[in-house]
């Protein structure tokens, strides 16, 4: 099991890309601030609180009970692969630093973000795939006991849950602005596949523990999984519903305008 400096390196290099992004996002808020655009106060919480959530389970004495108690470990699952990502979205961060960066650069990332790769990297069912498809490929094979004996796979694995939940929620609803958009049916589609995935994820755990991890402990994970999983998955399904409801109601009802992000 990886223990003292190699765990302590770990989580020196899982907190320093926070450290980093929130410090980014700051310097965006100051920017802004400068050119007297204002900026939605609950967006700014939001990243804060999708930020903490992170950090609190990469870091500290959370990530030292995770590393040897799987009802912690899913907790964790939770906080960093779903609930970090959603407030973190909802944020919308890209639009913050689109204000912020000059004109220039700010045409050369949208640019990037109009990119064949891009579009892979946001489409749906990729996004689908990395998050839960990485999921089930952690859990049903000898991946989970060997992330605990490896400083380099845990902090793969680590990154990886955190950006795969990161772009699957993006893939879904459109906070930001995008240029691959799917239809609110297609990604309706994809996000009850993907929570018939996890949901049989969670139950499959309940039954057939992970190498290493006890029968008591393995069913207490699977239930956090399966009921923590879906509450948080309710808050995407209640803001890509309300963002339907907002599209498809008659245009004279409408505030008027074309936004470039959605609003919460």
């Known amino acids: 099991?990886?223990?003292?400096?190699?765990?302590?390196?770990?989580?020196?290099?899982?907190?320093?890309?926070f450290i980093i992004i929130l410090a980014v996002y700051c310097t965006a808020l100051y920017?802004?601030?400068?050119?007297?655009?204002?900026?939605?106060?609950?967006?700014?919480?939001?990243?804060?609180?999708?930020?903490?959530?992170a950090l609190v389970t990469v870091a500290g004495p959370f990530a030292h009970w995770a590393h040897s108690n799987f009802i912690i470990h899913m907790a964790g699952h939770l906080l960093l692969g779903m609930l970090a990502p959603l407030l973190m979205v909802l944020a919308a961060p890209?639009?913050?630093f689109l204000k912020a960066l000059p004109v220039d650069s700010a045409k050369k990332i949208t640019f990037i973000l109009r990119s064949r790769p891009a579009g892979l990297l946001t489409h749906p069912v990729i996004t689908s795939l990395?998050?839960?498809?990485?999921?089930?490929?952690?859990?049903?094979?000898?991946?989970?006991?060997?992330?605990?004996e490896y400083v380099g796979l845990h902090i793969i694995i680590h990154f990886h849950v955190f950006v795969a939940?990161?772009?699957f929620t993006a893939s879904l609803l459109y906070i930001d602005p995008t240029s691959h958009r799917k239809s609110y049916l297609?990604?309706?589609?994809?996000?009850?596949?993907?929570?018939?995935?996890?949901?049989?994820?969670?139950?499959?755990?309940?039954?057939?523990?992970?190498?290493?991890?006890?029968?008591?402990?393995?069913?207490?994970?699977?239930?956090l999984m399966y009921y923590g999983g879906d509450a948080i998955d309710l808050m995407i399904v209640f803001f890509l519903c309300l963002h339907w409801f907002r599209a498809t109601r008659p245009r004279s009802s409408r505030s008027g305008g074309v936004e470039t992000c959605q609003t919460v």
């Open 31 to 53: 920017t802004l601030k400068k050119k007297q655009q204002n900026w939605p106060l609950h967006r700014s919480i939001m990243f804060f609180t999708g930020v903490l959530c």
């Open 130 to 148: 990395l998050n839960v498809g990485g999921l089930w490929i952690l859990y049903t094979t000898s991946l989970y006991s060997m992330m605990h």
């Open 186 to 223: 297609y990604r309706s589609i994809i996000l009850i596949l993907a929570l018939a995935g996890h949901g049989i994820l969670s139950k499959y755990i309940y039954g057939h523990p992970p190498e290493g991890v006890p029968v008591s402990q393995s069913e207490a994970g699977g239930m």
């Open 1 to 17: 099991m990886v223990t003292g400096e190699g765990f302590l390196m770990a989580q020196v290099l899982l907190t320093l890309p």
């Open 165 to 167: 939940g990161y772009l």
């Open 94 to 96: 890209l639009t913050l």
